[in-house]
Every structure is written in C-alpha cells, then in structure tokens.
C-alpha cells in the first residue's frame, strides 16, 4: 500500500522517513520527492499501512504537522508513487471474465424466457 506524506522538514532522507513508519511494521520502500518536503512510503499490508497513517497523520515534526494519507489509483501524486518504487505493487488494469464486452455474460435472467 502507497502512502503519501507531505509537510517534512527539508532535512528528512530516504532513511529516516523509512525509520518512522517501520516502528508500525514492514516498509518496502520510502522516497523523499524530487524537491524535498514530501516523501512517498510503501508498505506491505495494509493493516500496518493504516495504523501507520492513523498514528503519524499530524504528528509534529520540528514544528510542522505532517500530513499523511494513503494513495489510491486516481489521486493526485499516485503516479509519482509509482514511477519513484519502480511501479511495485500495481497490478495493472482490472480484468473482468467475460468476452469483454460490457454485458454481463453471466447474469441469471429472471422471469422465464425473453419475449414471453
């Protein structure tokens, strides 16, 4: 699970971003962005990712709250997340069984046949 955090001190590295949030369980990844202030964190479950979240979203930080959030595929800094972890843990588009089409082609019809 990808988490934001935004708000750190200048003087945050990879390293101590990856110290604080491995005191809630196994960090995979943890990445200061290109201009310094925000980092991006990867977790591997997802019950540690939230209770790293839950327990270091406003937590201060020589002054400053931080703020920290999970990413989800339509956020914002979602593809930045991706392209600093190599794209780990993204499982590519949702497939669907079926022929592709927009049909359900498995659905239960209900009333007998069709016409009747």
Known sequence: MQIYVGNLPVDVDD???KAMFSEFGDVVAATIGKEKGY?????????????AVHGLRGRDMQGKPLRVKVLKPG???????????GGRGVKG?????????????????RGGQRGS
């Open 15 to 17: 390293v101590a971003l």
């Open 39 to 51: 980092g991006f964190v990867e977790m591997r479950k997802a019950s540690e990712a939230r209770a």
């Open 75 to 85: 956020d914002e800094f979602h593809s930045a997340a991706e392209a600093l972890h």
């Open 93 to 109: 588009e949702p497939r669907f069984r079926g022929d592709g089409s927009y049909r359900g082609s498995g659905a239960i019809r």
